[in-house]
T-cell receptor, first 115, second 114 residues
Framework: AQSVAQPEDQVNVAEGNPLTVKCTYS??????LFWYVQYPNRGLQFLLK??????LVKGSYGFEAEFNKSQTSFHLKKPSALVSDSALYFC?????????????FGTGTRLKVLA | ETGVTQTPRHLVMGMTNKKSLKCEQH?????MYWYKQSAKKPLELMFV???????ENNSVPSRFSPECPNSSHLFLHLHTLQPEDSALYLC?????????????FGPGTRLTVT
């Protein structure tokens, strides 16, 4: 069965420091992988995705993520965190071979950037 | 309006009431989705529509009834809900329902069942 794990409920980082939000996945075939961000009282907002090609994907607001097939991971990174990056981050996966229409989401990681 | 809009933003209803949630997307997408978001749980996919046809019903209780009259509009009709149905209901759309299309979400309807 497809699944996504975000092992950290919360990540704290000082402003200006690099940040990493972790995501691992389990699918039976090749994955499509996504990161979304949710600000308070808002819906999810797309940040970036991995479909194929270069393992390092760049997205909105200076975020990037690295697809690692051997470790089945897709960690979200940013070189220098901003206080405004504080939000809830969701990783999602879609299995290309299952024929399902489902996107499977993780439970979310709350990022707090401290001034 | 741009993007995905949802009305109402907040809804309080009794267990015997009937109400409807509305979603509209202004992106020209062909697929629309309903999700339930509860605290400390993963997003739960409820329904998927592709070109107005329902393609996924994720074992959702019949007290939730979706309707998709066209590719731009999606409704969720609610009746005889339970307190555990209180949650944030999110609508989303994507260009297609298969492949690597990202989803665009509305702001959600915060539903409280009393």
């Amino acid at each position: 069965a497809q699944s996504v794990a975000q092992p950290e409920d919360q990540v704290n980082v000082a402003e200006g420091n690099p940040l990493t939000v972790k995501c691992t996945y389990s699918v039976s075939g090749n994955p499509y992988l996504f990161w979304y961000v949710q600000y308070p009282n808002r819906g999810l907002q797309f940040l970036l995705k991995y479909i194929t090609g270069d393992n390092l994907v760049k997205g909105s607001y200076g975020f990037e993520a690295e697809f690692n097939k051997s470790q089945t991971s897709f960690h979200l990174k940013k070189p220098s965190a901003l206080v405004s990056d504080s939000a809830l981050y969701f990783c999602a996966v879609r299995d290309l071979t299952s024929g399902t229409y489902k996107y499977i989401f993780g439970t979310g990681t709350r990022l707090k950037v401290l001034a | 309006e741009t993007g995905v809009t949802q009305t109402p933003r907040h809804l309080v209803m009794g267990m015997t009431n009937k109400k409807s949630l509305k979603c509209e997307q202004h992106l020209g997408h062909n697929a629309m989705y309903w999700y339930k978001q509860s605290a400390k749980k993963p997003l739960e996919l409820m329904f998927v529509y592709n070109f107005k046809e329902q393609t996924e019903n994720n074992s959702v209780p019949s007290r939730f009834s979706p309707e998709c009259p066209n590719s731009s509009h999606l409704f969720l009709h609610l009746h005889t809900l339970q307190p555990e149905d209180s949650a944030l209901y999110l609508c989303a759309s994507s260009q297609g329902s298969l492949g690597g299309y990202e989803q665009y979400f509305g702001p959600g309807t915060r539903l409280t069942v009393t």
